[in-house]
């Protein structure tokens, strides 16, 4: 069952404390284009807003430029480190496994996967990998071709330098009141 209003979440992360994220007319705004939202079906102009909690600072991007406005990291998913973690969970030695990947790809390309990846993790992505990123755009697109309330994803950014993840609250739209008919 949806929760509806802003902040509400996936299940493993429900807050009650998100509906006060956004200003009043950050709220206007979103329910604007939540009412828009309900007549849509999934395709690359649907927004995805972009909440700034230092600056209090909202921006819409459309699906197809969000990949643009907060790239993920792919670096892990280099070829050389999936293989390399493909051949570990095989059971194959780590110095083994390291050595295959170098006849394989060439002990510099893999130095250099090496590297990105670490420097990626060292600046911190904040969780923002690639297969997050396309978790979230199938999730998405699950919620916009199921029949039902359509939701907004609000991308809450991590603060800079923080370990926290970018986090992913749903804006629902609100309920429409019943209306009694009779006496």
């Not at 509906?19 to 007319?25: H, V």
């Not at 907004?152 to 986090?167: C, F, N």
Request: proline share 9%.
């Amino acid at each position: 069952m949806p929760h509806y209003g802003f902040g509400s979440a996936p299940p493993t992360d429900v807050s009650s404390g998100e509906r006060t994220l956004l200003s009043q007319s950050h709220r206007q705004h979103t329910e604007a284009l939540l009412v828009r939202q309900q007549l849509q079906g999934w395709h690359g102009e649907l927004p995805v807003l972009l909440l700034e909690r230092c600056w209090l600072r909202l921006e819409q991007v459309s699906v197809q430029a969000f990949g643009a406005a907060l790239p993920p990291d792919a670096s892990g998913a280099a070829p050389e480190l999936v293989r390399f973690r493909d051949l570990a969970r095989s059971g194959l030695e780590a110095s083994l496994a390291e050595q295959l990947c170098w006849q394989e790809f060439g002990r510099e390309a893999f130095q250099q996967a090496l590297l990105r990846y670490w420097s990626a993790q060292e600046a911190g992505n904040h969780n923002w990998t690639l297969d997050r990123y396309l978790a979230f755009l199938a999730d998405y697109r699950h919620r916009m071709e199921a029949t039902g309330p359509k939701p907004i994803p609000l991308v809450v950014l991590a603060r800079s330098g923080a370990p926290e993840p970018h986090r992913i609250e749903w804006c629902w739209p609100w309920p429409t009141p019943m209306r009694h008919t009779g006496p």
